[in-house]
């Protein structure tokens, strides 16, 4: 039987809600394993049971695993793309009791190891008990390297700035998840809501390169980095901030707040703000004119 795509589409999404279920069953708390997107798996029912004709949003969530040796869980960041499990799932660890190079060693051998199962097969429990049975290993490793760097007076990290276009945002959804992943990196800077979005991050260059991997998901069309500032440093990098805290920004708005096409921001406003945080070259990067307050 010729199966085309869109049968293939289904079938995958149909595995991917029985997986699901089945980490529901492993994780009956609510702590553990937490969906992102609230109607997201609700809309992959609905379009299951042919309620729903679109096509619905990427699952994406987050397990948290314990073990001995860690005072928090770590979370296992799981993205499942439409045709998963023929296609291999975005997953990514993060954990307090890890510091970068072993975070770096950890998420390779992970997707080293997914890539190792066979395409086709439900792999999401698999990469759970292998994170289960592997990760005391790394968490020792990062307290013996830890204790090496006592030594070091000067470790070098690198500071990071983006600038980030997007031709509007408004979902509060979106909104908190912006907020929310910003403060957990501890990054700085803003989010532009409204028509259009800016959003600039400043923090430790890997923090920023999560956020901007972690807010595209799923697949966030009309968004794009503008720009970009690197500096190497040896010490602090607060001294860098432009930004005090990361903030949500809202400035008056021109045109019909009913038609989000006629819904723009006031760029004057928007200028002067970027004039005091001393980032007004930064305007035209943005938007291709001289800014004016």
Known sequence: MNITMSTSTRECLELQLLELEMLFSMFPSKEDIVINGVNSLSILRR?????????PPSIEFSVFVKTEDLKEKAELHVYLPHTYPTKEPQLFVRSTALDKLQHNDLNKCLATYVSSLDRGDL??????????????SYVEKSKHTNGNEADMKKISITFHRMWI???HIYRQELRKKILDCAKRLNLTGFCLTGKPGVICIEGDKEHCEEFWRDIRYPNWKHISCKHTESKDVTESIDGLR??????????EAHGDYGLRNDYHMD???????????????????????????
């Open 165 to 167: 276009y997007s031709h």
């Open 47 to 55: 379009y299951l049971e042919g309620t729903y004709e679109s096509l």
């Open 267 to 293: 760029l004057g406003q928007f200028f002067e703000y970027l004039r005091k945080h001393q980032s007004e070259h930064i305007f035209q990067i943005l938007f291709g004119i001289e800014g004016k307050s």
């Open 242 to 251: 432009l930004f005090q805290a990361f903030e949500e920004l809202t400035f």
């Open 123 to 136: 792999c999401i429990t698999n990469a759970i008990q292998w994170l289960t049975d592997n990760l005391s």
